[in-house]
């Protein structure tokens, strides 16, 4: 019975965390950060209910820590919701793949934001030279992704936030591990092994976000797309 006790104590907890954090993400960019900073608690939130912790974080980057994008190409992808969907039923798992500008803005987000911008940490096995660098055996290996992802020799404008190369220039990269370029689930053995879910689930639920409600600014106010830029 404590159990049970302290574990329903720990999802409330957590779920009143949460919705905190979602509101803070609604307000600016500034506030948004604290969603960072809750990373412990939504991952427990999460665990708890068996999802995927990468999925969640990359889909709040979307609506929480830059809720002003949501704004930005509401229109634009209004317009694809219409056309491929109706206002007559929900989004539905089939519809996905045909909402291209949708998909385009959430691979310019992982592209911007990835959920680990220094991915997680592998070690070497043994002694090895990479790029005239001497690795030891038992070093902690980590994989700049942030810089990786804005890298000016690949992407026009890096810091720059333009969903429209994902239609254009870069329309057949995707974010399975085999285009280097973008990389925010690994790549090789080591993998992300739930791409392909975090990815149906994250199109879906934002899909359907914005199927349902209408995102406005007070007073009609302009909306803000600049882009604050972490170095890692």
């Known amino acids: 019975m ?14 009143a965390k949460l919705k905190i954090v979602h509101t803070l993400g609604a307000r600016s960019f500034q506030h948004g950060r604290a969603l960072l900073e809750k990373r412990e608690a939504l991952q427990l939130q999460h665990e708890l209910e068996g999802n995927s912790y990468a999925e969640v974080e ?3 980057k979307v609506l929480g820590t830059k ?12 317009e694809e919701l219409d056309l491929h969907v109706g206002r007559e039923r929900q989004v539905k798992e089939s519809d996905v793949k045909n909402l291209v500008y949708l998909q385009a803005v959430l691979k310019e987000t992982m592209r911007f934001y990835p959920a680990g911008p220094l991915s997680l940490p592998h070690e070497s096995i043994e002694d090895c030279t990479l790029a005239g660098y001497h690795v030891p055996a038992g070093s902690r290996l980590l994989v700049n992704l942030s810089k990786l992802h804005r890298d000016p020799r690949v992407w026009v404008d890096p810091n720059k ?3 429209e190369r994902f ?4 329309k057949d990269v995707d974010v399975r591990g085999q285009h280097f370029e973008l990389i925010p689930f690994g790549s090789g053995r080591k993998v992300c092994p739930g791409i392909l879910f975090a990815q149906q689930v994250m ?3 934002l899909a359907t976000f914005l199927h349902a409600f209408e995102i406005t600014t007070p007073s009609d106010e ?9 170095e890692y």
């Open 222 to 230: 302009p909306v803000d797309m600049t882009v604050v830029v972490f």
């Open 203 to 205: 199109h879906l639920i």
């Open 2 to 15: 404590n159990r049970v006790l302290r574990k329903s104590a720990i999802n409330k907890e957590n779920g």
């Open 58 to 60: 990359i889909f709040a």
């Open 161 to 163: 936030f333009r969903r």
């Open 167 to 170: 239609l254009t220039t870069h």
């Open 67 to 78: 809720a002003d994008y949501v704004r930005g190409f509401k229109p634009f992808s209004t």
